[in-house]
């Protein structure tokens, strides 16, 4: 236990010590924000910094830091590192500027973000991989919630019942203005995030279980995989998420000052990665009590079970549901933000004005219907969930490949210090190179050469970097 809470004090203090620095470099002032400029009634209107700061938080808090921390457990406590250093150092640093440059950019969509920095080429396709990343977000965190739901309800009420619950949901969250749905029921459900993530953290010290320490090497390592890239793709959202940088613009569209940045985007992801660091240690917790078969089944645990059993046996029956509804929101309300993303990235490349409720479902109607044909391949076989999540975590994790060299080129056109976003982007860019061409569901090559294509990847990057930076210099543009 005291690798676990060196680890939680470290978040604590990249918060207010690297957070405070980020801050710094970008300096906010007191310039009129898009959402007080732009007021439109359903995606540029003021919120309060606390609700804001609550929906950011459930926004980026996906299946990733609860699943994907279980799932990263499974690499020993390797994966604290990755949690605690990927958050203060990458992704609450990635999720910090994707949203300050939207804000001072009038709002800007990722892709429009993108674009600007990386160029109109650039734009077109992270449009693209956007909205197909947006899609699958979609999909993905439908299933996860409704398996867990219909473990609390009657047989009638199924997971396939849950489904179309939760579908319909999206639905009405997409197209209404942000503050009928979201603004209103998001407290409620970070209420029972935190209650579980907190309720937890207690029982962790109650139980005071013998988990593995740094210095005794990484505990027990079940997943046959190499850690690397296999968990930093695992982990995902706890870490560092490019979806977080497609949720980040959605709340730049709802505040009133630019000093809400560190305690918005910083600090959410701070948040995340202490919900992701909380998990990893009950699920290794977990996995030494009892392995990582199911000796009932003799198939692996699911992320679900381990939730589900957890909550249960430390919480008791009401804390365990109250836990549970915690587990069961985080995915919904990313799942419905991603969709409302979808609209808002399509209506700025189309260019439809999304004020006329006609207009927005002219947008959403084809985000839907594509959206329920990957749900319904991922419900095909055993198999269909798994593909779709792997998909996801790879393109998820390579957005935000694209979203740090995009802050980058900014940091360096502004005479700021750049290496904070370089070296994180170098490493992702490492990350999603190496994984695509060892995974099973990539190029399946030997991991050998997998890593010198990835290495290869990341030099050929680099070396673009200082060219085009060298350039720059010789403009003139950079002192």
Same mark, same amino acid.
């Given at each position: 236990?005291?690798?676990?809470? @060196?680890?939680?004090?470290?978040?604590?203090?990249?918060?207010?010590?690297?957070?405070?620095?980020?801050?710094?470099?970008?300096?906010?002032?007191?310039?009129?924000?898009?959402?007080?400029?732009?007021?439109?009634?359903?995606?540029?209107?003021?919120?309060?910094?606390?609700?804001?700061?609550?929906?950011?938080?459930?926004?980026?808090?996906?299946?990733?830091?609860?699943?994907?921390?279980?799932?990263?457990?499974?690499?020993?406590?390797?994966?604290?590192?990755? /949690?605690?250093?990927?958050?203060?150092?990458?992704?609450? @640093?990635?999720?910090?500027?994707?949203?300050?440059?939207?804000?001072?950019?009038?709002?800007?969509?990722?892709?429009? !973000?993108?674009?600007?920095?990386?160029?109109?080429?650039?734009?077109?396709?992270?449009?693209?991989?956007?909205?197909?990343?947006?899609?699958?977000?979609?999909?993905?965190?439908?299933?996860?919630?409704?398996?867990?739901?219909?473990?609390?309800?009657?047989?009638?009420?199924?997971?396939?019942?849950?489904?179309?619950?939760?579908?319909?949901?999206?639905?009405?969250?997409?197209?209404?203005? @942000?503050?009928?749905?979201?603004?209103?029921?998001?407290?409620?459900?970070? /209420?029972?995030?935190?209650? !579980?993530?907190?309720?937890?953290?207690?029982?962790?010290?109650?139980?005071?279980?013998?988990?593995?320490?740094?210095?005794?090497?990484?505990?027990?390592?079940?997943?046959?995989?190499?850690?690397?890239?296999?968990?930093?793709?695992?982990?995902?959202?706890?870490?560092?998420?490019?979806?977080?940088?497609?949720?980040?613009?959605?709340?730049?569209?709802?505040?009133?000052?630019?000093?809400?940045?560190?305690?918005?985007?910083?600090?959410?992801?701070?948040? *995340?990665?202490?919900?992701?660091?909380?998990?990893?240690?009950?699920?290794?917790?977990?996995?030494?009590?009892?392995?990582?078969?199911?000796?009932?089944?003799?198939?692996?645990?699911?992320?679900?079970?381990?939730?589900?059993?957890?909550?249960?046996?430390?919480?008791?029956?009401?804390?365990?549901?109250?836990?549970?509804?915690?587990?069961?929101?985080?995915?919904?309300?990313?799942?419905?933000?991603?969709?409302?993303?979808?609209?808002?990235?399509?209506?700025?490349?189309?260019?439809?004005?999304?004020?006329?409720?006609?207009?927005?479902?002219?947008?959403?109607?084809?985000?839907?219907? /594509?959206?329920?044909?990957?749900?319904?391949?991922?419900?095909?076989?055993?198999?269909?969930?798994?593909?779709?999540?792997?998909?996801?975590?790879?393109?998820?994790?390579?957005?935000?490949?694209?979203?740090?060299?995009?802050?980058?080129?900014?940091?360096?056109?502004?005479?700021?210090?750049?290496?904070?976003?370089?070296?994180?982007?170098?490493?992702?860019?490492? @990350?999603?190179?190496?994984?695509?061409?060892?995974?099973?569901?990539?190029?399946?090559?030997?991991?050998?050469?997998?890593?010198?294509?990835?290495?290869?990847?990341?030099?050929?990057?680099?070396?673009?970097?200082?060219?085009?930076?060298?350039? *720059?210099?010789?403009?003139?543009?950079?002192?």
């Amino acid at each position: 236990m005291v690798t676990f809470t @060196v680890a939680l004090i470290a978040l604590i203090a990249g918060y207010l010590i690297y957070g405070t620095y980020i801050n710094k470099i970008f300096g906010p002032d007191d310039r009129i924000t898009p959402a007080l400029s732009k007021t439109d009634g359903v995606d540029f209107i003021p919120l309060p910094t606390w609700k804001i700061f609550m929906i950011q938080f459930l926004n980026i808090a996906g299946l990733g830091p609860i699943f994907g921390a279980i799932m990263g457990a499974q690499f020993g406590t390797a994966s604290y590192l990755w /949690i605690v250093l990927g958050t203060i150092f990458a992704g609450a @640093v990635h999720d910090f500027f994707s949203g300050a440059l939207s804000i001072r950019n009038g709002g800007e969509t990722l892709p429009e !973000m993108v674009g600007r920095y990386l160029g109109a080429n650039t734009k077109k396709i992270m449009g693209g991989f956007t909205m197909i990343l947006m899609i699958l977000v979609g999909a993905v965190f439908v299933s996860g919630p409704a398996e867990l739901i219909a473990g609390m309800t009657p047989d009638y009420m199924n997971e396939f019942f849950w489904i179309i619950i939760i579908f319909l949901y999206y639905i009405l969250a997409t197209i209404l203005p @942000v503050d009928k749905i979201i603004a209103k029921i998001y407290p409620l459900f970070a /209420i029972a995030l935190l209650f !579980m993530a907190g309720g937890v953290l207690v029982m962790l010290y109650v139980k005071n279980p013998d988990l593995p320490e740094m210095w005794n090497g990484f505990g027990v390592k079940y997943e046959k995989n190499p850690i690397f890239p296999m968990m930093f793709i695992s982990i995902a959202c706890g870490a560092i998420s490019g979806f977080h940088a497609t949720q980040s613009p959605l709340m730049a569209r709802c505040m009133s000052s630019e000093r809400h940045c560190r305690p918005i985007f910083y600090g959410a992801m701070i948040a *995340e990665g202490a919900v992701a660091l909380i998990w990893a240690a009950a699920a290794t917790y977990f996995f030494q009590e009892n392995g990582i078969i199911d000796q009932m089944t003799g198939k692996a645990y699911s992320g679900a079970h381990v939730a589900t059993s957890i909550s249960k046996e430390w919480l008791g029956s009401i804390g365990g549901i109250m836990a549970i509804l915690g587990v069961v929101a985080a995915p919904i309300t990313s799942g419905d933000t991603a969709l409302r993303s979808a609209r808002l990235i399509a209506a700025d490349f189309l260019r439809i004005d999304q004020k006329p409720i006609r207009k927005r479902l002219l947008v959403c109607i084809p985000i839907f219907l /594509i959206t329920m044909a990957v749900l319904i391949y991922s419900l095909r076989d055993a198999d269909g969930f798994k593909i779709i999540w792997r998909y996801f975590a790879w393109s998820n994790q390579t957005l935000s490949v694209f979203t740090l060299w995009a802050i980058t080129v900014y940091l360096v056109q502004n005479r700021k210090n750049f290496y904070i976003t370089l070296l994180p982007g170098l490493l992702m860019t490492l @990350v999603c190179s190496t994984y695509i061409c060892i995974a099973p569901e990539g190029l399946s090559l030997p991991q050998e050469i997998s890593y010198i294509i990835g290495g290869s990847c990341t030099l050929a990057g680099l070396i673009w970097f200082i060219l085009w930076y060298r350039k *720059e210099q010789n403009k003139g543009c950079l002192s």
